[in-house]
């Protein structure tokens, strides 16, 4: 059915406006890295300015530590996504698959640990941290990331678990898998977008967190992005233009890896397997 | 092709539902054996046990002269078809049907070889590059019975194979299912709860109530003869017509009426007393002019072209007879009813309903 041409139009400005407020504060920041000097306002109203320079960027990776701190980030990142994914995809499926005693009260227990805020937990856990010799390390940092992330993760997996049917691994070990056979070469690959969510969500936690970062990272050389960035705004005078040339890089690899799975989160690869 | 053979078999669940509780069964090597019941009688657990699905709580299954019951599902010489059907979604259909030789780490060419000969045996071989989404319904199912044949097993077991399907589908797959039954000769277990599948597909129908068997015997025999009042019941369709009531002098008195009709070799033996007559909707007969046994009002008329069915009401619940189609009656209608010599069945009166072996026919 064609809709009528006036529907059309007021959709696409209702979108553009949504957009525009979407998009606004990226715009600003952009303007801000590209100016000269520090100049967090101005009266200039083009989103380049006339005089643009990429002097802030030059200087994030000449004369600040910045790659090292991107070291850091991917190092911390890639490593809470990689555990997430393992952890979360096998517990995942053993409470999805298995009836153990304690099923209940563990996936129960692992929920009770979204209640506290991770504000909370910071005095425990950098106290464990603290106590295993694990402060200023990545290691430190992956286990507190590993923690906090790995709930969700586990319930999520578990959640898409449910939706693959079990005649699939029943059909799988019949045609003389294993138990982990049929795991891995019919359930996994069913799971793909639940696995990607996972990844994203890991990925996530660690790359843009602050907090906990800066309890567990006390010296300069072992910041993640965010500890770094944030040294940037100082009490007397804030970088701003540092500051910004960096949020526009340390965005980058987010919005593209969103990019690239987006198709996965709103894939439902099991359709037309089973009938119900 | 094997034999199965399942000794004093029991499962019973974590929750305490005694699912199967002592079955004991020698299938033939090359035997179409149907297991048939209602649903929750066992049948699906049995299978499901055959296959390995399930853990065996007592008792023993061997395939061929090895016993299985600790022997992965893989590894026991089985292939099985699912209700759902159950194609992995991620793979084209030449893929889901050499899934299982490929596991078994088969050359390539004999692989490709046997998945071919089955596609040009389920005429699917043009279906070979889609996905089981992009398949209907029917086409789904012969992919699954294709991943089924490649694997060359001992012993087929299908889970009621086509009750996904509709109507027309099912009595198409039915036969075709019997052609291939012939074609390859393999051992087949089939699950079903649809008693005309049962019969027209079993070279022997095991019919299972609460995880007992309730008789186990040729279709027709299992038709003519049934062992119990449960089983008569449950094959033929209608169902058989069931009349309580008492013997006393060679007659049967049905309870609730002054309907008596004289019984013969059938009640040989049979003590006086109570007893609950069975008589099918197809041996009930239009008395032209010899002895009626009742004249009964007809309240609902089904017709469904080659015959129709006739309810009618005795003794306070409703009954069936089975009339050719060209017969004209109309609600409201009386008719003579007699019953054809030598077919009436007789029960006992207790939940076991046991039939009276007086009946031969």
Redesign the interface.
Known sequence: MKEPLRITLLRHAVLLVFVAIAIYPVLNVVSISLRPGDRLRSTDLAIIPADWTLASYRNLFTEQPFLRWLGNSLVVSTGVTLTGVALASTAGYAFSRF?FVGRRATMLAILTTQMFPATMLLLPLYVLIAALGLVNTWLGLMVFYTATALPFCVWQMKGFYDTI?P??E?????????RF?AFW??VL??ATPGLVITALFSFMTAWSEYIVAAQVMQDEQMFTLPLGIKGFQASLSSQWGLYAAASILVSIPVVTVFLVFSRYLVNG???????? | MATVTLANLHKRY?SGFHAVRGISLDIRAGEFLVLVGPSGCGKSTTLRMI???EDVTDGEIRIGDRRVNDV????RD???V?????????LTVRDNMA??LR??RMARGDIDRRVNEAAAALSIESLLGR?????S?GQ?QRVALG?AIV?EPAVFLFDEPLS?LDAKLRVQMRAELARLHRQLGTTVIYVTHDQVEAMTLGDRIVLMNQGVIQQADEPLAIYRRPANRFVAAFIGSPTMNFFPGRIAGGRFAIDGSDVSLPLGAEAAGHPAGPAVLGIRPEDLVVAADGPSMATVTIDVVEHTGHETLAHFMLAGTDHVVRLAGGIAVRPGSSLPLAVRPGALHLFSTDDEGRAWPGVQR
């Not at chain 1, 690869?269 to 119900?276: F, H, N, Q, Y």
């Not at chain 2, 992965?72 to 590894?75: F, I, K, N, S």
């Not at chain 2, 996905?131 to 398949?135: T, V």
Request: charge should be positive; hydrophobic fraction near 35%; proline fraction near 8%.
């Open positions: 009836r049917p005649a699939l029943e059909a799988a070990r019949i045609d003389g898998c294993s056979q070469h019919v690959p069913l690869l099991t359709v037309g397997s089973v009938k119900e | 974590d296959a390995g699905l992965a599902p893989g590894d089985i292939a099985m699912f209700q759902n059907y159950a194609l992995y979604p991620h899934f299982g596991m078994r996905r089981p989404r992009e398949l319904g789904r991943r694997r996904n």
